[in-house]
């Protein structure tokens, strides 16, 4: 059972990436998906999570507008577009599955993690 995530990179204040996360061994259909960031020396925060249907999505106040979290289930897909991005905004970012049908902002919450992938933004 794996999360694979991918799409970090060094990019410029304003500029956008998308990141990919790519689900093996597990089907994430029934599943709620998350996106939590890490930034040096800080605690594990939530990003965005959506809906087993992709019906409803959540954010962090400080990406909400900038940031879109989305989902494929067929191909056992989930991406985070990231737009208009600030230094502040530097992180790890990790994948993450939580078996059930109620979405929450709490890392506890999720069983299954991917590896990361670092998103630097330069000013």
């Known amino acids: 059972v794996q999360l694979q995530a991918s799409g970090g990179g060094l990019v410029q204040t304003g500029g956008s990436l998308r990141l990919s996360c790519a689900a093996s061994?597990?089907?994430?259909?029934?599943?709620?998906m998350g996106w939590f960031s890490q930034g040096l020396g800080k605690e594990r925060e939530f990003v965005a999570a959506i809906s087993w249907s992709g019906s409803s999505t959540y954010y962090a106040d400080s990406v909400k507008g900038r940031f879109t979290i989305s989902r494929d289930n067929l191909k056992n897909m989930v991406y985070l577009q990231m737009n208009s991005l600030k230094p502040a905004d530097t992180a790890v970012y990790y994948c993450?599955?939580?078996?059930?049908?109620?979405?929450?902002?709490?890392?506890?919450?999720?069983?299954?993690w991917g590896q990361g992938t670092l998103v630097t933004v330069s000013s």
């Open positions: 993450a599955a939580r078996r059930s049908l109620i979405a929450t902002r709490l890392a506890q919450d999720y069983e299954r």
């Open positions: 061994g597990l089907s994430i259909g029934n599943r709620v």
